[in-house]
């Protein structure tokens, strides 16, 4: 009878030791999900460099940007992008917008070309210079000051 409680039991300790083992070993390093996409605009968007993340934001950098960031998801937002240029956004930086949107949000640039545009084009004297929209399930918001404008393209979570 001992033979098989002492064996039954060597058994459990055994499972034990092996659990806790395994707990405790080093796990292999895993990328953000974030960083992962920082990653993707940098190969997919020539000229942009990653800079430094803090508080779930990915600073990024840009010569037709004044500021560029994406930050990550959040309890309400899955993933956001903000760029920040001259008053009267240049081309390059609407086609900036949209390539960048088109790779975060998994969508085709002519259609974020189009939306960014949209976005754009409603700032002025009716709609005033702050202008959310909706275009494609995503949330568009521009602003303008006297010396700069501003796009946020974010998806919600419940999208």
Known sequence: MCSYHCSFGRAVLFAIVFALGAALLPQPARADRCDDLAKELKNGIDGIKI?????????????????????????????????????KPPPAFIDLMASAAAIVFTLPKDD????????????????????????????????????????????SKDQ
């Open 51 to 87: 800079g430094q993340t803090a508080a779930g934001t990915v600073y990024l950098a840009h010569p037709k940007a004044r500021e560029l960031t994406l930050g990550c998801s959040s309890k309400n937002v899955s993933n956001q992008l903000f760029g920040k240029t001259d008053r």
């Open 112 to 155: 974020m070309q189009r939306g960014v545009t949209r976005c754009y084009r409603r700032l002025g004297i009716f709609r005033g210079d702050d202008v959310a929209s909706r275009y494609r399930r995503l949330d568009m918001r521009c602003a303008r000051t006297k010396t700069e404008s501003s796009i946020t393209i974010s998806r």
